[in-house]
């Protein structure tokens, strides 16, 4: 299967770089690298996905590293820059004097010169020191957003990445970043599925030229904080059945049609083919309106960042809105 059945767009303000808008995430829990995560990893190489996402919390740069390795020992890509690689600044990196030497650590892992894309994971700050989950609530420190920013940009500025971007950010925090940056995010990922539509989001970010990622397409079922609630829709399931498509089908094709570049996570050979079978059929305005009535609950309240003694009393303030 050729990687030319996946389309491409623009990324943000940054005309000369294309994002893949079907990629592969790698976060898998718990949150260890195994074998059977490289050989994933490279069968996803070998059908065609070229848009990859890792992070230092995850643990699989290394693997993600050791399948491309083998992808291009193999013949199945000639080198690295075929592929769109981004990674993330976990929060316990989240300090000015921290970020150029947690993406040095992240190249050493992945063996690469460079990265696509480099993300600020959180919009917030932990007490310096192992990138590990869960933490101490008395750890959660508030994020110095001008000198991490800053950071972020001499990474751009290197050649170290050729994009910086940002993770789970509200239109609050993205107004702050754009307010002091130089270099303006190219990317916000965020979670965001037909029960969590994330639509004032997206007109805010299109309007600032900042490129969507959508996590967490189907829900995240399985993980820390995911839901079963996506793949559980009887709206979505009724709308698969009379498309003869699979509920996740439908979810990727709804993300794909927003306009925004969609991280799909399985580890299932058949499953990966089947997510990138979304391209040549598209959903009747009828079914898009049907989706754009689902009522919205966003699935990662991201609870482990609040509490009474830290600088995010609740989900709402973290989020900056309104959550259910």
């Known amino acids: 299967m050729s990687s030319s059945k996946i389309p491409e767009s623009k990324l943000g303000s940054n005309v000369a770089t294309t994002v893949p808008l079907l990629g592969f995430g790698t976060a898998a829990y718990p949150l260890v690298s195994s074998e059977t995560m490289k050989d994933s990893l490279l069968s996803a190489i070998e059908v065609g996905y070229r848009h990859f996402d890792t992070a230092a919390l995850y643990n699989s740069e290394k693997c993600l590293g050791e399948a491309v390795a083998e992808a291009v020992r193999c013949g199945i890509i000639k080198s690295r820059d075929e592929l769109f690689i981004t990674s993330k600044l976990w929060c316990s990196d989240a300090h000015p004097d921290r970020v150029l030497p947690a993406l040095q650590n992240t190249l050493r892992n992945l063996g690469f010169e460079y990265l696509d894309l480099y993300l600020i994971h959180f919009p917030v700050s932990i007490k310096a020191g192992s990138v590990s ?36 950010f509200s239109c609050k925090k993205l107004e702050l970043i754009l307010s002091l940056a130089k270099i303006p995010p190219s990317v916000n990922q965020v979670e965001m ?38 793949m559980d829709s009887e709206m979505l399931q009724e709308i698969a059945i009379a498309k003869g498509k699979s509920l996740p089908q439908i979810c990727l094709r709804w993300a794909y049609e927003q306009g925004v570049s969609v991280l799909v996570k399985s580890f ?51 989020w900056d809105e309104n959550i259910n």
């Open 133 to 168: 989950f869960p933490f101490p609530e008395e750890d959660v420190l508030l994020l110095d957003y001008k000198h991490v920013w800053e950071a972020m940009e001499e990474c751009q500025i290197s050649g170290l990445t050729k994009n910086i971007g940002v993770s789970n």
């Open 268 to 318: 299932n050979k058949e499953r990966m083919i089947e997510n990138m079978d979304i391209f040549d059929w598209d959903l009747s305005p009828e079914e898009l309106e049907k989706i754009n009535q689902i009522p919205q609950e966003k699935g990662n309240p991201a609870l482990f960042f609040t509490s009474d003694k830290g600088p995010f009393k609740s989900a709402d303030d973290f």
């Open 193 to 230: 599925n037909p029960l969590w539509q994330q639509k004032k989001l997206r007109e805010f970010c299109k309007e600032k030229k900042i490129h969507v990622t959508a996590y967490s397409p189907l829900g995240a079922k399985g993980t820390l904080w995911g839901t079963n609630k996506v």
